[in-house]
């Protein structure tokens, strides 16, 4: 069986990954895994394994147009709400600066986040990814409304079993994903040590405190309609914004080049 787990960056696919590794660590002796290939080629050479297989892909490095995804046996794409997403892929954005080692690029960045926590209200955060996003060479807040098209697109060509996240952690959903799957899934699974800088709150809902009303209108206005698809609603402001640290600044602490370096 070639199992495949698809989803946008920062949605559950990690988490998911594991839970299905588990299940099938106690069900398979021959069991390879693939983290994000993203070539027709490299999803071809899974596809060639006589035993199982289990490969996580990033949407939007794969799109509709990877035929090789049609020949799955099992396809589970998880989702997740997209305002949630945004705040996750935002704090990933630092792990950039531990790639380039621009430590002072990196601390440019890390006071742009403490301003944020300090005002939440005041400080807009589509402005803080958009400063952020520069400082590390990437491309502005318009690059999600993209990535909701290609989404939908590739939903529509594959069909794949849709997964929410937050029913995932909730285990809403383990009865009808053991059931597509065939696989016993029971409860959570620990992300492999090599992948643990993806996982930050391990939660949901977190956006209310980050996103003020000049954010929220942007957002509506311009991902409302993929919002309410996914089956989440649009919200007013919530009445106070207050940003945990330890989901912000000391989870990007990891990403510190000058902490990286001297730990090397």
Partial sequence: MHYLIAGLAKSGTTRLFSQLKEA?????????????????????????QTGNTLTKVLIGRVTKDNPALERFDSHVLIYRDPRDQFISMLLYLFYDFQVSGDAQAYESARQALRAKLESPSTVSTIELYNTLAALVGRGPIGVFK?????????????????????????????????????????????????????????????????????????????????????????EPQAETLAIDPKTSLDYVAQFDPKRNASSS
């Avoid at 999803?43 to 060639?48: D, I, K, P, R």
């Avoid at 937050?166 to 090599?194: F, I, N, R």
């Fill in 146 to 234: 993209r990535l909701h098209t290609i989404q939908r697109e590739y939903e529509t060509r594959f069909k794949p079993f849709m997964l929410c996240y937050e029913d995932l952690l909730q285990g809403k959903s383990l009865s009808e994903l053991s059931d597509y799957t065939a696989l016993a899934l029971e409860g959570d699974a620990e992300v492999p040590q090599e992948y643990t800088r993806v996982a930050r709150s391990r939660g949901f809902g977190e956006w209310r405190s980050w996103l003020n009303s000049d954010d929220l209108a942007f957002i509506d206005r311009e991902w409302g309609d993929n919002i309410r698809y996914l089956g989440y609603t649009l």
């Fill in 24 to 48: 099938l660590d106690q069900s398979s002796d021959n069991l390879s895994t693939y983290f994000e290939p993203d070539t027709d080629e490299a999803l071809e050479g899974v596809l060639s």
